[in-house]
């Protein structure tokens, strides 16, 4: 079983929908994030969490919120979904700390807004 | 523009040749790391280098750091089908601070 997990990994919606993706980790994590890949720009960091009281807007937060459930659950929603974020969406896990370590990725979640 | 420019954005070798994937910038960063990302996955860490100069292989792939900590390398010797990817590399400024990634190199080595 992959330690971090997306949920939905596909979803076609239509433009003004809501969309909540989520993600899960099982390495015990205290650091969570999301990001943003289109082609060509690499990843953008969208929010990230560096415990569950703590949320911090990335590069690219407009149009974007996010939830700390528990340690192990951080989900991004988009309240009024636009063509424009069609895109993959990863979520990631680090440990904390003071260096910047390793990234540990999930499978990734395909969003298309029509 | 983005922070890191990666270079070239696609590349596509036969089999046993080599090459070179770059990753400049104008800022400094404190470390840098490359992640290779497989068609349906998401990226895994390869290798983080620190210090300006630094050379590390990871059995056919070498990766630089450039003395001024602007800039780095990876160099794939006798390149195979299984190299096939996206190659992303990503700095952070300072310790602690979040990674900034490249916009990848996309490669595929045919057999």
């Known amino acids: 079983d992959a330690d971090v997990t997306q949920t939905p990994r596909n979803r076609i919606t239509k433009t003004g929908k809501r969309i909540m993706l989520e993600c899960s980790q099982t390495k015990g994590h205290d650091r969570m994030y999301w990001y943003r890949q289109d082609p060509g720009l690499g990843l953008r960091l969208i929010y990230y969490s560096f415990d569950v009281k703590d949320i911090n807007k990335g590069e690219i937060s407009d149009g974007y919120s996010v939830s700390r459930q528990a340690q192990a659950k951080f989900s991004l929603s988009l309240e009024s979904a636009i063509p424009n974020q069609t895109a993959l969406y990863f979520c990631?896990?680090?440990?904390?700390?003071?260096?910047?370590?390793?990234?540990?990725f999930g499978e990734g979640s395909r969003l298309t807004v029509l | 523009t983005q922070l890191l420019e990666q270079s070239p954005q696609f590349l596509s070798i036969q089999e046993g040749e080599n090459l070179t994937v770059y990753c400049n910038s104008s800022?400094?960063?404190?470390?840098l790391q490359w992640y290779r990302q497989e068609p349906g996955e998401g990226p895994v860490l390869l290798v983080t280098?620190?210090?300006?100069?630094e050379v590390k292989k990871l059995k056919r792939l070498t990766f630089q750091f450039g003395d001024a900590r602007k800039d780095s390398s990876l160099h794939i010797t006798a390149a195979q089908p299984g190299d096939t990817g996206l190659y992303l590399c990503a700095g952070a400024r300072n310790a602690g601070n979040m990674l900034t990634f490249g916009g990848g190199t996309r490669l595929m080595v045919k057999p």
């Open positions: 280098v620190v210090t300006g100069g």
């Open positions: 800022s400094v960063f404190s470390s």
């Open positions: 990631a896990t680090s440990l904390g700390g003071k260096g910047t370590g390793e990234l540990f």
